[in-house]
């Protein structure tokens, strides 16, 4: 059974930054499709993959919309998957969903679902 949850959300002034981290088990990461991921929703609008990476490959993925300001690592010997988010604007404001997959391409890594942690940036 395969369990996800994220902690780390909150409240931050623009400019500022936040680093969410995910605990991920049941998935082992051997195979090149396993995957650990990163989604967002703001309110109205849809939900947005943000950062993937897969372990087995070393590859990560990147909306246009972080990038460069986004980091997304994995702690191997914990299992943990963590969103270092800098220079934060007040568009970031959204929900945050962890996510984790046996078979994910690129951004798609939407199998398994955290409960969601927020994140507000304020002007």
């Known amino acids: 059974q395969v369990h996800v949850r994220e902690s780390g959300g909150g409240s931050v002034q623009a400019g500022g930054s936040l680093r969410l981290s995910c605990e991920v088990s049941?998935?082992?990461?051997?195979?090149?499709?396993?995957?650990m991921g990163w989604f967002r929703q703001a309110p109205g609008k849809e939900r947005e993959g943000i950062a993937s990476?897969?372990?087995?490959?070393?590859?990560?993925y990147y909306a246009d919309s972080v990038t460069g300001r986004f980091t997304i690592a994995r702690d191997n010997a914990e299992n943990t998957v963590y969103l270092q988010m800098d220079s934060l604007i007040p568009e970031d404001t959204a929900m945050y969903y962890c996510t984790a997959g046996r078979i994910g391409n690129g951004l798609n890594c939407d199998r398994y679902w955290g409960q969601g942690t927020q994140v507000n940036v304020s002007s």
């Open positions: 049941g998935i082992s990461h051997s195979t090149s499709a396993t995957c």
């Open positions: 990476i897969y372990p087995a490959r070393g590859r990560t």
